[in-house]
Nanobody, 122 residues
Framework: QVQLAESGGGSVQAGGSLRLSCATS????????MGWFRQAPGKEREFVAA????????YYADSVKGRFTISRDNAEATADLQMNSLKPEDTAVYYC???????????????WGRGTQVTVSS
């Protein structure tokens, strides 16, 4: 079994930055694709970013491209999301996920954290 735990959420003004971290434990996920998703109130969970097992390829939603950067450290079993130039529309609960298929679909990810709240005020 794999456990994921997000940290680093909080409140920030528009234009600010936050760094989210996902710590994994249990079964190794060094061969898994790590993804970040978010869900705002009343909306469906949406893809934000993903990084393949080697870290050599990354994928981003158009809405965050150029502002967010996903990274991973397999030795430390972590996956981070650096968020810059934050906008009020980035406000959501952010979830870390692990899966064995590179995908933007939530259903393709097997393991999920409980989420961390990010609030961006204007």
């Amino acid at each position: 079994q794999v456990q994921l735990a997000e940290s680093g959420g909080g409140s920030v003004q528009a234009g600010g930055s936050l760094r989210l971290s996902c710590a994994t434990s249990g079964r190794t996920v060094s061969s898994a694709t790590m993804g970040w998703f978010r869900q705002a109130p009343g909306k469906e969970r949406e893809f934000v970013a993903a990084i393949i097992w080697s870290g050599s390829r990354t994928y981003y939603a158009d809405s965050v491209k150029g502002r967010f950067t996903i990274s991973r450290d397999n030795a430390e079993a972590t996956a981070d999301l650096q968020m810059n130039s934050l906008k009020p529309e980035d406000t959501a609960v952010y979830y870390c996920a692990a899966g064995f298929r590179t995908s933007q679909a939530p259903n393709d990810y097997h393991y999920w954290g409980r989420g961390t709240q990010v609030t961006v005020s204007s």
